[in-house]
């Protein structure tokens, strides 16, 4: 079988994702029974959080006294967040149990949304999903960082699947997918976290 290059344009359900309210995302989630690993979760946090700092850091000292191009510093230092944003939000807090809650999520419903966004790249029930196929990549060495014209890209193969995402739109995807998870966090344990 040979590959399958798949086009996946998610811009437009990020961007309605963004818009959301968060108290309103807050209420639906309160209507689902979605099952939170506390420790699991709380250490992710605080992973992302670190993350956050790391992206603020000033490039001279991100170099940390490597012999890199100052013209570069900013791309690798790009590259770095969204692979280390990629493997928090999609592997370490992988949870196939909010995933497939989302299977459940009222038609017209922020909820819904996210579903959307999970099932891109997806013709037919039961394939993989988008989080799966990333994760795949990421973990069975199928990952790769483009320069193209005017962006760096993420190339993403999956077996037979490949796909390639701007790197902005993979940053936007993780923060999403980190936002989701946080808010049923919240909800789940009655609290309100802060990164």
Same mark, same amino acid.
């Given at each position: 079988?040979?590959?399958? $290059?798949?086009?996946?344009? %998610? ?14 995302? !807050? ?8 099952? %939170? ?10 992973? $992302?959080? /670190? ?9 001279? %000292?991100?170099?940390?006294?490597? /012999?890199?191009?100052?013209? /570069?510093?900013?791309? %690798? ?17 992988? +949870?196939?149990?909010?995933? @497939? ?18 099932? +891109? ?26 320069? !193209? ?13 490949? &796909? ?7 940053? @936007?995807?993780? #923060?999403?997918?980190?936002? &989701? $998870?946080?808010?049923? $966090?919240?909800?789940?344990?009655? +609290? #309100?976290?802060?990164?």
């Amino acid at each position: 079988m040979g590959v399958l $290059y798949m086009e996946i344009n %998610i811009e437009s359900i990020l961007s309605e994702i963004e818009r959301a309210d968060d108290g309103a995302l !807050r209420n639906e989630m309160m209507k689902m029974n979605f099952e %939170i690993d506390q420790e699991k979760f709380s250490f992710a946090f605080s992973a $992302y959080g /670190a993350i956050k700092r790391l992206s603020s850091l000033d490039d001279v %000292i991100f170099a940390g006294g490597v /012999a890199i191009p100052p013209s /570069a510093i900013p791309a %690798i230092k790009l590259r770095s967040v969204v692979l280390l944003k990629l493997y928090v939000a999609l592997v370490y807090m992988r +949870s196939d149990i909010l995933e @497939r809650g989302l299977d459940s999520a009222p038609e017209g419903s922020l909820l819904e949304l996210y579903k959307k966004l999970y099932r +891109s790249g997806c013709t037919k029930k039961g394939e993989d999903t988008l989080p799966q196929r990333i994760r795949n990549a990421l973990c069975h060495d199928g990952l790769y960082f483009l320069m !193209r014209e005017n962006h760096i890209a993420v190339k993403f193969n999956d077996r037979q699947v490949q &796909f390639e995402l701007p790197i902005n739109i993979v940053d @936007r995807l993780c #923060n999403q997918i980190f936002r &989701f $998870y946080l808010i049923a $966090y919240e909800v789940k344990n009655n +609290s #309100n976290v802060r990164v």
